[in-house]
């Protein structure tokens, strides 16, 4: 008998209804032979409604607090699913991410999970219980009620995962799978039967949003086979995430776009090129906890260069104070600029690496667009620009055009 | 620097205005040097409205999943009303049942606290912290999250002024105080100043509905003085409940007449007169968890005798169904009756003991409006009857007056 993950997100649990389908759905899998571990996530506006109260408290709501908060919506959902799996006839229980227990760091509202105490659940599962989680959420050393951030019951699943040395993980989602770029841009966009764990964690940090980045990458690290499947329809295989190489050759080079709205960019120009340079500007934004993504600097000239970075688009101003109150001096910027209206796309594909030419035929296709790029960035199997934000729908469009992606 | 503990029921905290509001009055005790513990229920309507999201589920919701669904109501409002105290300057902090944490048993939906760990506490104390705890609940020794039942906030409330050695227990509610009967159904009615702890217990098992039942004899048992002000009314003192008898012999005989309704009636007509029958009748319905209120059993004739006793409303079908079945053929019970269009009626004070005739003049009372008693039973500062509900109004009008209790 192996044990089975399967994660439903916010739509999937959005109503009574809609919880009492899922656990029909579970129930199915249940009763044939499966151990199962089920983790929810806030019934779809509920995080947004607990977060709204918050902040009718208080501007910035103390972290602790907002934690203990935003919590409930998923153990409610926990609550909920349990009982209407008993309903059904099933043994069930659920857990709060501080009972399992799932053990993370003190960074409240982006915590991250440290350990997991799989003992209770294992005895549940040898029991006949189906077990299901709390998505999101978990509790530091101290017993302080702590979140994952956005998206983080995938984590939570995948973790769990990890920790039962479960046979797959399933994602249940409101999309049917893993597509070549997003469907409601690009109409012709096709589902993938799978997608390598190099290329999903491309497009999962590239704004995919199906799965989360770091939960992709807690996958590849534990190799915990994953599988993205719609909550909705009950046929189809979804996608596969596979640890292998694609071995045939003929596959398509680049296997999807992804883009990503909600960056903005941060420049500062005229800066001495030399050692430490990216540390002195770099440090403090990391200090204040903002995550940057990418990263571009070019050679200098005459001893100077510029340096380009991208944060959330809502940390753009909080970063944008770091860098004039703590940077600008000490490093001589000749100035700083930033931007938020704007969008990375990237193709992502595993068969860049053996195939010569992608960039070009991608750079050739935005020029005979139009389509102005400011900044780009490679990696083996990725390649990202970022462009005005107007522009983006051109350049999707035209890119899944140019690599045949609707044939893929 | 004393310990107060504060608490406030769900209609105190029914708005993300009302939490600010409590905040505020928090406030001030705080900076008055005070070290304060915060008790907070759910907001108004949440608890109903959780508990018809589990019952979507599943018709009786299993109890254990019940109690984490439902005690997330308390957990957002400490969480809000920590952020509410941070947000006017004030260090403060929530903690939920299970993390202070409150140890109870396991009778979920209807927990007893068995022990406080005030560690936590009384550390964030000490370092000027305002402390929130969500009221209503608890967790087992296994780590399952419970809840004591309604009202179950002010046994918290109590429990953690019993365990910190607070100087006061505050229960700020929707009335200003204990008044002589409910005002709402006699408009003469008077607030007391204060109230002995035992007219007290007697006036709240007996529906005054502004103190549970066992958030008094918590505080009797541990001695924690308690006191009831009205969340929306700065000025007053509320009502003190002391654990003094009262001294002056002028003092009203009565302090107050108390009723309620949601109680029925279920008799065993014909039952032997033998030991042991009030255990093989109350035996069976102890065992289903459910709540006996009044017992009556008056002397048999001819070897046989009568049996009543009262249960909440909710219970009266679940316990009939246990007479009927288990109890009805071993006792050789004659016939079983149960009615729940009953009102039971009580009036209360410590002066009774010392003066006689107070039963009399009840009974003349009543007689003279031409209201039947199907029941009756005393104890030293109470005298109990059973009504019909239609006739209640009536009662305790002309009670009130016959007792002079408008001007107390």
Redesign the interface.
């Known amino acids: 008998m192996s044990i089975i993950v399967q994660k439903f997100g916010g739509t999937s649990v959005a109503s009574?209804e809609k919880?009492?389908a899922v656990a029909e759905k579970v129930a199915k899998f249940a009763s044939n032979g499966n151990k199962i571990v089920v983790v929810v996530s806030a019934m779809s506006g509920e995080t947004n409604k607990?977060i709204k109260?918050?902040e009718?408290?208080?501007?910035s709501?103390?972290p602790?607090?907002?934690d203990?908060?935003v919590s409930?919506g998923e153990?409610?959902t926990?609550?909920?699913t349990?009982?209407?799996l008993?309903?059904l006839g099933i043994k069930a229980?659920?857990y709060?991410g501080?009972?399992v227990k799932i053990l993370t760091n003190k960074s409240h509202t982006k915590a991250r999970i440290e350990n997991i105490d799989s003992k209770l659940i294992k005895k549940d599962l040898n029991n006949g219980y189906v077990v299901v989680v709390a998505g999101f959420q978990g509790s530091d050393i101290e017993?302080?009620?702590t979140t994952l951030g956005r998206g983080g019951s995938d984590t939570t699943a995948v973790a769990l995962a990890a920790a039962l040395k479960a046979e797959e993980c399933q994602i249940y989602t409101d999309v049917d799978g893993i597509y070549t770029t997003d469907p409601r841009m690009v109409p012709e966009a096709k589902k993938l039967d799978s997608i390598t764990f190099e290329e999903m964690l491309e497009m999962a940090s590239l704004g995919s949003k199906v799965l989360q980045t770091r939960a992709v990458e807690f996958a590849g690290k534990y190799k915990v086979k994953l599988r993205v499947l719609s909550s909705f329809h009950t046929s189809g295989e979804g996608t596969i995430i596979t640890f292998e190489d694609k071995k045939n050759m003929e596959e398509p080079i680049v296997s999807g776009i992804a883009f990503i709205k909600d960056e903005a960019e941060l420049s500062l120009l005229g800066i001495p090129d030399m050692p430490g340079i990216a540390y002195q500007i770099l440090g403090p934004v990391a200090e204040a906890n903002i995550d940057v993504d990418m990263i571009i600097q070019n050679i200098g000239t005459d001893g100077l260069t510029d340096f380009t970075f991208t944060v959330h688009q809502n940390d753009m101003d909080k970063t944008l104070n770091i860098l004039n109150k703590k940077v600008k001096q000490h490093v001589k910027a000749r100035e700083i600029n930033s931007d938020n209206k704007i969008a990375k796309l990237s193709i992502v594909g595993v068969g860049m690496r053996s195939n010569v030419g992608v960039a070009s035929k991608m750079f050739r296709t935005l020029a005979e667009e139009g389509i102005n790029i400011s900044t780009i960035s490679t990696s083996e199997i990725k390649i990202s620009v970022i462009l005005e934000e107007k522009s983006l729908k051109k350049a999707v469009t035209s890119l899944h055009k140019a690599f045949n992606l609707a044939d893929a």
């Open positions: 009574p919880i009492k607990l109260l918050a009718k408290m208080m501007r709501p103390e602790r607090e907002m203990s908060i409930t153990q409610v926990s609550g909920l349990a009982l209407a008993i309903n229980k659920s709060a501080h009972q017993g302080n009620i």
